[in-house]
């Protein structure tokens, strides 16, 4: 269920360390992100959203930034562990009354024990 | 914690052969939503689904797709006379709200031969 990665940036980052991974969104009119997280074998998972009027929100051990300046959203994670090895996608939706989300390439994060 | 379960979790089919990809979506979700990941690539929207209709779809669900929710638990994914450019996996989505996070499951993997 994973994206295979051939062209996926990769991220390794230290067990206990924290991680940044960043994504460029495409449509400057979007005015809602979401963080998913794809394990292998898996469908995204939901991790954190942003409304387009807020530029940071936390989850636990999560926090989103948002910059609609150079539309540029990062997601952070502390303490990073083993399980949270992953696939991470970004994606957008413009709203207007279109539902669907335009997802990001994805970043593929290792943690090293 | 509730789950979009998908059947099957794995689809070998003949070119030209009609699949029927299955979703059970979370029980309290309202809109509904198919996309696929071709492999090494993003994953792209298709279709959302709301009220019993098709509420928006993109360029790639074309003719050949068809979406229903027969019985108002199931919601299906039919693909007419499939290519092989349809191998991908297929995800399913749903939410409460239009505005509220997406929340897919592990999806099928489609197969054509």
């Known amino acids: 269920g994973e994206s295979v990665g051939l062209h996926l940036p990769t991220l390794s980052v230290q067990e206990g360390d924290n991680s940044i991974i960043n994504c460029a969104y495409s449509?400057?009119?979007?005015?809602?992100f979401i963080w998913y997280k794809q394990e292998s074998g898996k469908g995204p998972q939901f991790i954190i959203d942003i409304r387009s009027n807020m530029d940071k929100r936390q989850g636990q051990r999560v926090t989103v930034l948002l910059n609609k300046t150079v539309k540029h959203l990062s997601l952070q994670i502390a303490a990073t562990q083993p399980g949270d090895s992953a696939v991470y996608f970004c994606?957008?939706?413009?709203?207007?009354?279109?539902?669907?989300?335009?997802f990001g390439t994805g970043t593929r994060l290792k943690v090293l024990a | 914690e509730p789950e979009v379960t998908q059947t099957p979790s794995h689809q070998v089919t003949q070119m030209g052969q009609e699949v029927i990809l299955r979703c059970v979506p979370i029980?309290?979700?309202?809109?509904f939503y198919w996309y696929r990941q071709i492999l090494g690539q993003k994953v792209e929207f298709l279709v959302s689904?709301?009220?019993?209709?098709?509420?928006?779809k993109s360029e790639i669900f074309d003719d050949q797709f068809s979406v229903e929710r027969p019985d108002g638990s199931n919601f299906t994914l039919k693909i007419r006379s499939t290519k092989l450019e349809d191998s991908a996996m297929y995800f399913c989505?749903?939410?409460?709200?239009?505005?509220?996070?997406?929340?897919f499951g592990d999806g099928t993997r489609l197969s054509i031969l």
């Open positions: 994606a957008e939706n413009i709203g207007s009354g279109t539902y669907k989300y335009i």
């Open positions: 029980s309290n979700h309202l809109y």
């Open positions: 689904f709301y009220n019993n209709e098709i509420s928006e």
């Open positions: 449509n400057s009119a979007s005015d809602y």
């Open positions: 989505a749903g939410s409460q709200e239009s505005n509220q996070p997406q929340h």
